[in-house]
């Protein structure tokens, strides 16, 4: 899904908006909203990540898309917020520094191989979103995470170890590997 500008302005604004009314401790009104119609039926994926003077401060998503993207949206902006266990949850004052970024994911694509360097050689071409799933263990890292962990091995092996598996379990070629990309608004 392509988003224009308009698309993109809403979804920062209603995100902002949910993280500020959640600190206010009052109800967000969406039937006040003119909600894009694009971003009203298709249930997508949406990665909302926040960043407070450059830090990382709360990052969350769906494996799977489970409801509209603008409802994706505003869900993923208050637990990145305030939900994340990795994270305190964001105080007036850290919201008044903190800057959204949010990534849309498209529809993940099964990735089957053989060999693991069919793998590794595709991966470090592509540079593509990874979700890796087995048994009930999965995990995913955003196309981004490529900028911290540029070889292939190291991404798989780091993406294994956040899925609760053994960092070399990619190269048994047991797992499901699925791939996609973002389009990144900020």
Known sequence: MRLNEKEKGF???????A???????RAMNIESMM????????????FVALRVDEKLHGY?????????????????????????????PLSRDE???????????????????????ELTEFLEKEKPGV?????????????QVWEELPEPEDFLAHLC???????????????KIEIYQVEKIS
């Open 35 to 46: 909600i894009p119609p694009n971003l009203m039926h298709e249930k997508q994926r949406a």
């Open 161 to 175: 170890l956040k899925a609760g598996l053994q960092a070399d379990r990619w190269a048994k070629g047991d797992l």
């Open 60 to 88: 969350i998503d769906h494996i799977l898309p489970v409801k509209s993207l603008y409802r994706d949206v505003i869900e993923n902006a208050q637990v990145a917020a305030f939900s994340d266990p990795r994270f305190e």
């Open 19 to 25: 993280i500020l009314t959640k600190l206010e401790g």
């Open 131 to 143: 979700i890796i799933s087995k048994d009930r263990n999965s995990a995913t890292f955003l196309p």
């Open 11 to 17: 979804l920062l604004k209603i995100a902002k908006e």
């Open 95 to 117: 919201f008044k520094r903190a800057k959204i970024e949010i990534s849309i994911l498209t529809h993940p694509k099964k990735f089957d191989y053989i060999l693991p360097y």
